[in-house]
């Protein structure tokens, strides 16, 4: 009788983890296209928290300056990017990267500094599963890394000329930065010559465990490695090797680390752990004080603007 009840009471554990952890995969991950916020309320949003970029806004969409394009991924999802060419021609060139839940349209303000004030040419990617790219999930920057390199080649087959090829910059916020991260510890062209991240997290572990940890109050285990375990066979990739730190460590290109120093929902701490695995290449940091997460160019746009200026003059994408 004994060895009964331990037997159902196992089972019963199991059947409860395999709850949770479907239950867990489901809000951390689906995204059904019904889910997603328009691009008018992006827009919108946009421009409620950084007022300065409404007129710039209403000339780009007015005078047709944004333009689509779709392209299929080697995955074989089709997939949506909005650009716009810069005010004079340049070779420079800024693909900016959106984050959770987000969609090109909620980074035009990023648009702004690299196209307005710097002179850029911008192309800004839907990521899998956000804004009219297909999927119905968010991959958390992991597989959005190949994604975005097929964005890079893009870039450059509309910006270059007969002359030379673009030199591009990546620049990602929250997901988005951790999708630059991911992009970083790859093998890239050499028109990509360097990485802006803004508050992005140090992995994709290390990221759900805060969030379980804050938002339901339980720790890691059992739940994360069950998950991680269920995500693995779902969507083929697991959250211990989604681990931009370990790509940051094989990055050879110029980096600039920003973070805002209230940051809860991708805690400030992660911010030296991520600066220190940079140990190849030149980098650079930036403490946005008093900001929350993805607020630092809001609350800071002068210093935050020539911050990046800086950066991009020192690897010779000066504007």
């Known amino acids: 009788m004994k060895t009964k009840h331990l037997l159902i009471a196992f089972l019963a554990i199991i059947a409860l983890l395999s709850g949770a952890s479907v239950y867990m995969l489901d809000y951390s991950l689906s995204y059904p296209a019904a889910e997603r916020a328009t691009a008018e309320h992006w827009k919108q949003r946009m421009t409620s928290e950084n007022p300065w970029i409404r007129h710039w806004m209403d000339s780009i969409y007015t005078h047709g300056c944004v ?21 004079e021609a340049t070779h420079q060139c800024a693909v900016v990267v959106h984050g959770y839940k987000v969609r090109a349209e909620g980074m035009l303000h990023i648009a702004y500094l690299y196209n307005h004030d710097l002179g850029y040419n911008v192309l800004l990617p839907d990521l899998y599963g956000h804004g009219q790219t297909q999927g119905e999930h968010i991959q958390m920057g992991w597989n959005d890394r190949l994604d975005v390199m097929k964005w890079t080649e893009v870039a450059n087959g509309i910006f270059a000329d007969s002359t030379s090829q ?5 620049h990602g916020i929250s997901m ?15 028109y990509v010559k360097c990485f802006v991240e803004d508050c992005g997290f140090s992995s994709v572990w290390d990221e759900f465990e805060a969030q379980l940890k804050d938002q339901f109050s339980l720790p890691a285990f059992p739940l994360m490695y069950t998950t991680s375990w269920l995500c693995k066979i779902r969507y083929g990739w697991s959250f211990d090797e989604a681990s931009q730190i370990g790509q940051v460590g094989k990055s050879t290109k110029p980096m600039l680390f920003i973070h805002g120093d209230k940051d809860l929902f991708v805690p400030y701490a992660m911010l030296r752990p991520l600066y220190d695995a940079k140990t190849v ?19 800071h746009r002068s210093a935050y603007t020539e911050r990046v200026r800086n950066f991009l003059l020192k690897h010779s994408l000066a504007p």
């Open 176 to 190: 988005g930065a951790a999708t630059v991260m991911a992009v970083a510890g790859e093998a890239t062209p050499d």
């Open 281 to 299: 290449g030149e980098k650079e940091i930036y403490v946005a004080e008093g900001s929350v997460h993805a607020m630092a160019y809001s609350n």
């Open 67 to 87: 333009r689509d394009t779709f392209v299929t991924m080697p995955s074989g999802t089709r997939a949506h990017a909005i650009y716009m060419y810069a005010p």
């Open 166 to 170: 673009t030199r591009i910059v990546l």
